[in-house]
């Protein structure tokens, strides 16, 4: 969930290291260890999003325009998904993170994010579409009869 969320790998790795202290320092803490899960995932987003409004350098720039995103020319869904995702608004990108790569439900991201459930799904429905329309390169082209 961080390497997604951060789009930075080193950056993740650091980020989990400080959630994992966390959850070690506050285990004793924890009111229902059914839920070890979904507060871990809690720690997680709180550590990332103190990180973001730390280290906010664009917080009065422009907002990043869709259309520089080249599509890609070579192999690397993975990669491409990840400069796609980096394109997303923060609320949008992290919506679509717990929701596809982390399997949230919609009440879930709303539980742990503490947006309204409507607003959760609207984040999720328009960065989906936002990610088809920067990703539509990897549509495969439907080949005609004529074509062999």
Not at 12 to 40: C, M, N, T
Not at 50 to 62: F, K
Not at 126 to 140: C, F, M, N
């Amino acid at each position: 969930m961080m390497q997604r969320c951060c789009g930075d790998a080193v950056l993740a790795d650091d980020l989990s290291q400080q959630v994992f202290l966390q959850a070690w320092r506050r285990i004793a803490y924890l009111r229902e260890p059914h839920k070890f899960g979904a507060w871990l995932k809690r720690l997680a987003l709180n550590t990332w999003l103190q990180y973001l409004r730390a280290n906010d350098a664009l917080h009065d720039a422009d907002p990043l325009d869709v259309s520089v995103v080249a599509p890609p020319t070579m192999p690397g869904a993975g990669i491409d998904l990840d400069r796609a995702l980096a394109v997303l608004s923060l609320p949008a990108r992290l919506c679509i993170v717990l929701s596809y790569h982390e399997g949230m439900t919609h009440p879930e991201i709303a539980d742990v994010t503490g947006l309204p459930i409507g607003t959760v799904k609207s984040h999720v429905r328009r960065g989906t579409q936002q990610l088809r329309s920067l990703l539509s390169a990897y549509q495969e082209i439907p080949q005609t009869e004529n074509a062999r």
